[in-house]
């Protein structure tokens, strides 16, 4: 990726250092309010798109910081597996390439939310995850507190899942999981551009040798 290398040299000192603490620490606050003091921030962080065009600006960032609708424990489990993902990323490919990461997601859920009237950030996260298991597919993490698995397993399922509802979703699910996975492809798509070249080559690569061998053969015969 020679264009973003070019883009760290210009621009990489505006890169926000850590920025997996300051997304799992606003929306653990953000928890903390709704579901502890009883709070209810919602209604005013949620993505929604007729809003924003009457001047909620806000709402284009806050999107991510609404926490899932689950227990205590879950979410502490769940903030913590965003934050090791994320600052592993973050050590691998540094501040500047990791915020455009989630920068390129974010506007992917953006483009999707203008297009079908909501947007959430399930699918950035989904998107975060796979590019987690693509670089450490053999990190295990321990399923249900109990089970060790590795994450390549479940990124299998997340496929899995994105694929069932490209199929089976609605078009609005479907604009959403598209755009979604905007961040991953322009990181990682040439990785696949190339393994099918090489499929490829190799493929014929195999294929003249057979020939040269069953010729090889014929004239022995």
Do not use: C
Not at 142 to 162: H, Q
Not at 201 to 210: E, I, L, P, Q, V
């Amino acid at each position: 990726m020679k264009w973003l290398n070019k883009l760290e040299r210009k621009f990489g000192r505006y890169a926000i250092t850590n920025l997996m603490h300051y997304i799992i620490g606003i929306t653990m606050a953000v928890y903390i309010a709704q579901y502890i003091l009883n709070i209810s921030l919602y209604n005013y962080l949620v993505f929604i798109p007729d809003l924003i065009i009457k001047g909620q600006i806000w709402r284009i960032i806050t999107f991510i910081f609404i926490p899932p609708a689950t227990s205590i424990i879950f979410i502490v489990f769940v903030m913590y597996f965003y934050y090791m993902m994320g600052t592993t990323l973050e050590n691998e490919w540094g501040s500047f390439k990791f915020n455009m990461y989630y920068l390129f997601g974010m506007a992917g859920t953006i483009i999707a939310a203008f297009l079908t009237g909501a947007g959430t950030s399930t699918y950035l996260n989904l998107s975060l995850f796979l590019a987690f298991a693509y670089l450490f597919p053999n990190v295990e993490i321990l399923l249900f507190f109990v089970i060790p698995v590795k994450v390549k397993w479940i990124a299998y399922l997340d496929w899995a899942f994105f694929i069932i509802s490209l199929i089976f979703g609605t078009m609005s699910t479907k604009v959403a999981v598209i755009a979604s996975l905007i961040n991953f492809f322009i990181f990682f798509g040439g990785d696949f551009i190339d393994y099918i070249k090489y499929q490829r080559k190799y493929g014929a690569t195999r294929r003249n040798f057979k020939r040269e061998m069953k010729k090889y053969k014929d004239g022995w015969q």
